[in-house]
């Protein structure tokens, strides 16, 4: 068993001693354990060149098409950490929280996932044995829920890319200055419980893992965010009363007869779980419709393009 331990936090900070509680409960379990620190990384920013998914769709409609990867791959750290990160059965990620949502270095290592995703990896053989990866989320602020409300949402939209399931959460709260969460011996306690169902989900058959956080934690019953908001047409017609923001699963707001409401999904709810790969298969064809429908009609906008583009204003 081997499990991966990623911060995003100060060295010596609150995420960086959470994650290494829980990761000390794994090598107690017997657990190979690895442990980074994206400050020690030279992580660069996703370029948005859509070099990857236009790659990845040349392989799809022809197999002997050679996929090269990010363009980035020989310029940083990410491929080194990602060629690793996709051998290991758990990983426990530590991010702090700023301005609501996490930390910019996380979503600018998260965001490098596209040119990484697993099931297409696995499918052209770059990545040979799939590692069912089960992950931990902890979120780390210096205040409670309500200056944190995005940070462990939008930590869990970023685990798709890698086909991660997310067995358990934690916010950490109230943590300002480095070392505060000593202070906590709750919080501590919690990250360790992490490690240990982290050991619990790789030790169960892919097939039966379930969620192990809180029952109640959030709204959503599919992946447990706290994001539910009114669903909107998509692409292809298909529309939900409310969906869940983070892995899209659709259904409607009942009354719990408490008082409150609770989110039940749909009989058809989970034809948009991101988790699924078909049902993320599902928009992919959404992007191929987007970009056949802009290839077709290039022509119209030739001489707008060459307008904005000659187009300056001052900057700084
Ligand atoms: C730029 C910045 C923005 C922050 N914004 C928030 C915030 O919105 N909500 C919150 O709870 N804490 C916020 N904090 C506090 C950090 O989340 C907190 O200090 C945390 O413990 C840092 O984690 P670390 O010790 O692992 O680095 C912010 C800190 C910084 C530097």
Same mark, same amino acid.
């Given at each position: 068993m081997k499990i991966m331990g990623i911060v995003a936090g100060r060295h010596g900070g609150n995420s960086e001693i959470l994650v290494k509680e829980a990761l000390s409960a794994c090598k107690e379990a017997g657990a190979e354990c690895v442990l980074i620190n994206l400050f020690d990384y030279n992580i660069r920013h996703c @370029? /948005?060149?859509?070099s990857c998914t236009v790659q990845m769709g040349q392989v799809a409609m022809d197999p002997t098409k050679k996929y090269k990867g990010c363009v980035l791959k020989d310029k940083d750290d990410m491929d080194k950490i990602v060629n690793v990160m996709q051998t290991c059965n758990g990983v426990i990620i530590g991010v702090p929280t700023y301005d609501l949502t996490p930390s910019a270095l996380y979503l600018t290592f998260a965001q490098r996932f596209l040119a990484y995703e697993l099931s297409f990896r696995l499918q052209i053989g %770059? *990545? @040979?044995? %799939?590692? $069912?990866t089960v992950a931990g989320l902890i979120a780390c602020g210096g205040s409670c829920r309500d200056w944190q409300t995005l940070t462990l949402d939008a930590m869990g939209a970023t685990m798709f890319t890698q086909s991660v399931r997310v067995v358990d959460q934690m916010m950490a709260t +109230? =943590?300002?200055?480095? /070392?505060? *969460? !000593? !202070? +906590?011996p709750e919080q501590l306690a919690r990250a360790r419980k992490m490690g240990e169902h982290i050991v619990e989900a790789v030790n169960t058959p892919v097939e039966e893992r379930h969620w192990m956080g809180e029952?109640?934690?959030?709204?959503?019953? =599919?992946? $447990?965010?706290?994001l539910i908001y009114k669903g909107e047409k998509h692409w292809d017609g298909i529309q939900f009363p409310f969906e869940c923001a983070v892995c899209g699963a659709g259904g409607d707001l009942v009354p %719990?007869?408490?008082?409150s409401y609770k989110f039940v999904l749909a009989e =058809?709810?989970?034809?948009? %779980?991101? =988790?699924i790969n078909s049902a993320r298969a599902e928009h992919l064809n959404e992007i191929m419709e987007t970009r056949k429908d802009f290839f077709a009609r290039q022509g119209e906008i030739k001489d707008l393009m060459k307008h904005y583009k000659d187009m300056t204003f001052p900057a700084v």
């Open positions: @370029t /948005g060149c859509e %770059d *990545v @040979t044995e %799939d590692p $069912h +109230r =943590n300002g200055r480095p /070392g505060n *969460v !000593l !202070l +906590r029952p109640d934690f959030g709204m959503c019953p =599919n992946c $447990h965010s706290s %719990d007869g408490n008082g =058809n709810g989970l034809i948009r %779980d991101r =988790n």
